[in-house]
């Protein structure tokens, strides 16, 4: 790492690293969009070493250029990043409008259309948490998401299209429109790509809640606690899309699935099953 660099490109490992320890956004005001900023002058130290390297979103970095905002201060804020200090990201604003929605998971597409007095369209939730849900109303389109870890602890939400992250994870990107969240190096726990003013993909991923599964790839979802693979699946002014577990009151959805085994379900016995229904599709 002490060689000197040949390129000003920072290698993607140490970006990852950068991120995580600046909390995954602008060290000086927490922004989710940012740029890689060496501390040291690149032309004097030719190196590209972590701890040197800071994140500053665009306004913070156009600030440092013309010299409005001195090193010494882009330093203290390395040292004690806003989102660290927070213990979350700074809250940023989706752009999302309009009187039609779609949500597209695992290539399963649920759409809807104002109806007026505020529309809901909840395309996944396990157990009373609507872990993707749509409000539209007024030609706003609202998106909530949460999303849970293996330990059943929230890290990311979208509150109303306000994007806030927990700084606890391994990474967290989001680059050009897509928000990728990693387990760790090669396990994504959700890959989202937001395409305003009214689309939403789920690419791939796993949500989890109360140890249900529910996996996403580009082409299908798979509940792996039963064997559940669903593809190619289009419901439009379907009030839910999958509904696993119990909910306060009843909501209509494309599928429901009442009772599911937690945390036992047999993984291995899915994941054949995904593989048998690919190949004979
Ligand atoms: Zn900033």
Not at 16 to 33: A, K, N, T, Y
Request: net charge neutral; hydrophobic share 35%.
């Amino acid at each position: 790492m002490d060689q000197p660099a040949t390129s000003r490109n920072i290698p993607l490992p140490i970006q990852r690293e950068v991120r995580q320890r600046c909390g995954f956004g602008c060290v000086i005001c927490g922004m989710p969009l940012y740029e890689y900023e060496h501390m040291e002058e690149w032309a004097e130290v030719h190196r590209h070493v972590a701890a040197e390297i800071t994140l500053l979103c665009d306004h913070h970095h156009r600030e440092k250029t013309n010299g409005l905002l001195p090193k010494e201060a882009v330093r203290a804020a390395n040292a004690d990043p806003y989102n660290l200090r927070e213990g979350a990201s700074k809250p940023y604003s989706l752009h999302f409008s309009g009187t039609e929605a779609t949500v597209e998971i695992g290539g399963n597409s649920f759409t809807c259309q104002d109806g007026g007095h505020g529309t809901e369209m909840i395309p996944l939730l396990i157990d009373n948490t609507p872990l993707v849900g749509i409000i539209l109303s007024d030609g706003h389109f609202l998106l909530n998401v949460v999303i849970f870890d293996e330990c059943n602890i929230p890290v990311l939400h979208i509150r109303n299209n306000q994007l806030v992250y927990s700084t606890d994870p391994w990474d967290i990107q989001l680059v050009g429109t897509t928000l990728t969240l990693r387990e760790k190096a090669g396990k994504i726990l959700i890959e989202f790509v937001f395409l305003p003013p009214n689309k939403v993909r789920v690419v791939r991923g796993r949500f989890l809640r109360n140890g249900v599964e529910v996996l996403v790839r580009p082409e299908n979802i798979l509940v792996t606690n039963n064997s559940t693979f669903i593809s190619g699946c289009r419901a439009h002014n379907c009030h839910g899309g999958l509904i696993i577990g119990h909910t306060d009151k009843p909501i209509g959805g494309f599928m429901a699935i009442r009772g599911v085994s937690r945390y036992l379900g047999n993984r291995k016995e899915a994941l054949r099953f995904e593989k048998q229904c690919l190949n004979s599709q």
